[in-house]
Nanobody, 126 residues
Framework: VQLVESGGGSVQAGGSLKLSCAASAPTYSTYFMAWFRHAPGKERELVAMIYPSNTLATYSESVKGRFTISRNKDREGLNLQMNSLKPEDTGTYYC????????????????????WGQGTQVTVSS
């Protein structure tokens, strides 16, 4: 599956942004999908992940209660609603996917995902 992100931009602290990820194939029931971010000088980290068929979602502690991951209505992609943004949310955000049923899966490890988008920049100013 190929992934293309959109929706990044610049916003002041406390503002909101919505990221979208378009997938080239149906993903609703067959892929784990996630958002990672990469800030300068830091490792790429998981922000949020959603299980196939929307059965469960996982969030990093730093975004819990502020970000919401969801699948597109057409079931071929992903959204990330980001509210109450902070300067530390600044970074490049990547959409990632892993096909269901391929053995052990560590959702927090970027190498667990086989498909990635090109990334979209989010900048939050104080």
């Amino acid at each position: 599956v190929q992934l293309v992100e959109s929706g990044g931009g610049s916003v002041q602290a406390g503002g909101s942004l919505k990221l979208s990820c378009a997938a080239s194939a149906p993903t609703y029931s067959t892929y784990f999908m996630a958002w990672f971010r990469h800030a300068p000088g830091k490792e790429r980290e998981l922000v949020a992940m959603i299980y196939p068929s929307n059965t469960l979602a996982t969030y990093s502690e730093s975004v819990k209660g502020r970000f919401t991951i969801s699948r597109n209505k057409d079931r071929e992609g992903l959204n990330l609603q980001m509210n109450s943004l902070k300067p530390e949310d600044t970074g490049t955000y990547y959409c990632a996917a892993r096909r269901y049923g391929r053995g052990f899966f560590d959702e927090w490890n970027p190498t667990s995902y086989g498909a990635w988008g090109q990334g979209t920049q989010v900048t939050v100013s104080s």
